[in-house]
């Protein structure tokens, strides 16, 4: 299950992280507006309800949430999509999943879980901008399922069809929104064309 986002805008805003050249706050800000897209197309598969409101005319049948929206970035490059998805989704919680990749195995390593209380109508929002190997992914989902939920999504900027078909045999019951898919990965497990390490580009260690 899988959403691959379209449109003219988001593809420019591709285009400018993609480029080598563009500098750490112009990748931060595009990258932002990318966030936008992805946090308002994921928010169409979370649960609702229909309620009652009360305009000024009439009273009228309304779509609203149902239950509890909880984003879970993954450290530290999911941290670049957090607040565009709380623009959209204000009155979210927000866990925190660290790990990071033994350059060699290309195997997550967990140093780090933190996550706010949930009950059986939590919604996770997994944030992990590159979707490579599906190492990283996989491996948060696992842990989310350890803990009451009624859905897990999982937002991710760049996805190579490897990380892909990981998701779709590991937790076929995920579905992933994406803003682009590329080729291929290369052999140190990065997307190709993609966008290089985007936490180094986000944050300036690069």
Do not use: W
């Not at 997550?108 to 190492?135: H, N």
């Amino acid at each position: 299950m899988i959403t691959v986002l379209e449109g003219a805008a988001l593809s420019t805003e591709i285009a400018l992280i993609r480029d080598a050249t563009t500098g750490m706050a112009e990748f931060r800000n595009a990258v932002f507006r990318i966030g936008l897209h992805l946090a308002a197309e994921t928010s169409k598969h979370l649960p609702t309800q229909t309620i009652s409101v009360n305009t000024p005319l009439e009273t009228t049948q309304q779509r609203v949430l149902s239950g509890d929206v909880n984003l879970v970035p993954v450290l530290r490059a999911g941290l670049g999509l957090l607040d565009p998805f709380l623009q959209i989704l204000p009155s979210a919680r927000v866990g925190f999943e660290g790990l990071r990749r033994d350059e060699e195995t290309l195997q997550p390593i967990e140093y780090y879980r933190k996550m706010p209380p949930t009950t059986a109508a939590s919604t996770f929002i997994v944030i992990d901008p590159m979707l490579a190997t599906g190492g990283s992914l996989a491996a948060t989902i696992t842990h989310l399922k350890e803990h009451a939920h009624t859905k897990i999504l999982a937002a991710c900027l760049i996805a190579a069809p490897e990380g892909i078909a990981r998701i779709e045999k590991e937790h076929s019951d995920v579905h992933i929104v994406v803003a682009a898919v590329d080729r291929e990965l290369n052999s140190n497990g990065y997307i190709l064309p993609g966008l290089g390490d985007a936490g180094d580009r986000l944050f300036g260690t690069v």
